[in-house]
């Protein structure tokens, strides 16, 4: 399918992550235009030599500023640097997330409000920063979500569900705020991605989880990378307040 996104530009936080790269990756190869977000200095590097593969590779814009979700001036300073270089975005991607494993007794508030400020308040402060640049019309926001916002997670995410609970009802609602500009909202829940080491880290979720997807195994990343561009493009114009399982079908059983 061609989805006909050529010279399109984006952002895109947490572009180092797993998920993150997919997305980046999956956005090139389209020809959009690309910035993508990374938490700290110390990440520098690593996001240089992701935008130097990125243009070498497909021969596309790609840029990166560093933005901490739990710093209000890094926000406002990467948001200004965002506006700098892409006067106009076609496209915002949600994509940061932390998810840590507690009972809720021994959550601190600390880890509370990180989950919180990452997931859901770092969602809001970038709608707020990029609305004015966000093209109306034809703009489109997609934002990551998970399963566990529909149904109970893994155990041990309470925080981590109630964050993302959050994240699915925001998406529904500014896609309503945002109809009469034909600015177009929609996410993606996924299940529990494969990346490497996830099996030596945890092989009892990992084994839960396969036991139960109607797939018998964890979800491709790339699945999702798809969904999400595919969601920010043309092709889905009659597509919004959406939110699009992709779990192998885990949540069925
Ligand atoms: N992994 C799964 O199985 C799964 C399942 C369902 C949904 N999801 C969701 O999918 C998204 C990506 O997941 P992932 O597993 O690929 O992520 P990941 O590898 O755990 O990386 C987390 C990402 O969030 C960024 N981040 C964390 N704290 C931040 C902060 N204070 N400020 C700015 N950025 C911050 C990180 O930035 P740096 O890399 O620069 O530190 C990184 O890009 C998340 O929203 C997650 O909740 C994941």
Not at 13 to 24: C, H, I, N, P
Not at 44 to 71: H, K, M, P, T, W
Not at 233 to 250: F, K, N
């Amino acid at each position: 399918m061609n989805l006909n996104m050529s010279g399109k530009r984006a952002l895109v936080s947490g572009g180092l992550s797993t998920l993150g790269r997919a997305v980046v990756h999956t956005l090139a190869t389209e020809g959009v235009e690309i910035l993508f977000t990374y938490r700290s200095e110390g990440k520098a590097e690593e996001a240089r030599e992701l935008c130097r593969s990125i243009s070498q590779s497909y021969d596309v814009y790609c840029n990166a500023v560093c933005l901490d979700f739990l710093s209000a001036s890094s926000i406002s300073a990467a948001l200004s640097e965002v506006a700098a270089i892409f006067p106009t975005l076609d496209i915002l991607i949600h994509n940061a997330g932390v998810f840590t494993l507690n009972t809720q007794s021994s959550l601190t508030e600390k880890q509370w409000d990180e989950v919180m400020d990452v997931n859901i308040k770092g969602f809001w402060r970038l709608i707020k920063g990029v609305d004015p640049l966000l093209k109306s019309p034809h703009g489109a926001v997609v934002a990551v979500s998970s399963i566990n916002a529909e149904r109970p997670g893994f155990g041990l995410t309470a925080h981590y569900d109630a964050s993302k609970g959050a994240v699915s009802a925001y998406i529904r609602s500014l896609a309503a705020e945002f109809s009469p500009r034909k600015i177009r909202v929609n996410g993606v829940a996924p299940g529990l991605l494969y990346r490497e080491n996830l099996i030596q880290e945890n092989p009892s979720l990992v084994d839960t989880y396969v036991q139960r997807s109607l797939t018998s195994s964890l979800v491709d990343v790339q699945s999702v990378s798809s969904m999400v561009v595919y969601l920010a493009s043309s092709a889905a114009s009659a597509i919004t307040g959406e939110i699009v399982t992709i779990d192998g079908g885990y949540s069925l059983t």
